[in-house]
């Protein structure tokens, strides 16, 4: 059976899917076709239910609840860190209400804590990976930072306005979820199961053989060497991504329930877990 699994062409989830894309596990008769696109696309993608398992910002499963159930593994959280708001001059959170910031899309779920932040801010929406020369272009006045934007924009010569998973912490005590993977609830409840054991099995491998793992990741590694690779693959490939726990599956019910609270979803969501 060949099934299609959506994910980001970005270090730390071709970290996790190495040993699937690889064929470094066993599969048995099951088969993937690997298909990589931005996150903000497979958010689109998953509401209209085009992949059978895909990679998903936290805020568009709120949208896709109906269509998708969640895996307790390969979910990218932050401790204490996130994605980051970058300007050229130094301003404060207050300031970007007043600010043009560029997003890398209204489904990220960096998009949703900025708003639950500041509640409604002037932005434009452009692709992640142009956010950082917009910024420095002088396109917009402040950018909203995912994926390894997060460790590379100083080269730039832009300073750090705000860091979301530290200013969630301080509202919360919790971590940050941010991506998460879904199934579609349409596919029978033990062949879901064994994709989220072949999804653990892989993480499991790639940590295991991290060099063989980050090798792999780095040709999707924009502007980045081994070490700097090595520590983004550190922050979003760690105990969480092996499983949620309790912790992470109380971060994410938050997180839903605060942006249904504040209007910024359209319903409240009770997920639905695969367990592995």
């Known amino acids: 059976m060949l099934l299609t699994l959506g994910h980001s062409p970005d270090p730390d989830d071709a970290f996790m899917f190495y040993a699937l894309a ?12 690997h298909i990589l696109q931005d996150i903000e696309t497979l958010n689109q993608r998953a509401r209209r239910g085009e992949l059978d398992v895909t990679a998903l910002s936290l805020h568009a499963y709120a949208y896709v609840a109906d269509r998708y159930a969640l895996l307790t593994c390969g979910a990218s959280v932050g401790e204490r860190y996130g ?6 001059d130094p301003l404060s959170l207050d300031d970007l209400r007043h600010c043009r910031t560029a997003v890398p899309g209204t489904l990220t779920t960096a998009f949703l804590v900025l708003r639950l932040a500041l509640g409604d801010f002037p932005h434009v929406v452009l692709p992640f990976d142009r956010i950082l020369d917009a910024v420095a272009k002088d396109e917009a006045d402040a950018g909203l930072v995912i994926h390894e934007g997060q460790l590379t924009y100083d080269r730039l010569g832009l300073r750090k306005v ?13 971590p940050l979820p941010l991506g998460v993977n879904g199934v579609r609830k349409d596919l029978p409840q033990p062949l879901r199961q064994h994709i989220a054991r072949l999804i653990r099995a892989s993480i499991d491998y790639g940590l295991a053989h991290r060099a063989d793992a980050v090798r792999h990741a780095l040709q999707y590694a924009r ?4 070490q700097l690779a090595d520590r983004f693959v550190g922050m979003y490939v760690n105990d969480y991504t092996v499983d949620l726990g309790e912790r992470g599956r109380r971060a994410i019910a938050e997180l839903l329930d605060r942006a249904y ?12 877990f695969v367990e592995v």
């Open 22 to 33: 690889k064929g470094r596990i066993e599969m048995g008769d099951l088969s993937f076709e």
């Open 83 to 88: 994605p980051l708001v970058v300007a050229r």
């Open 162 to 174: 705000a860091d979301l998973g530290e200013w969630w912490f301080d509202e919360t005590g919790l």
């Open 223 to 226: 502007d980045m060497n081994d």
């Open 261 to 272: 609270a504040a209007g910024l979803t359209p319903h409240r969501v009770r997920c639905e």
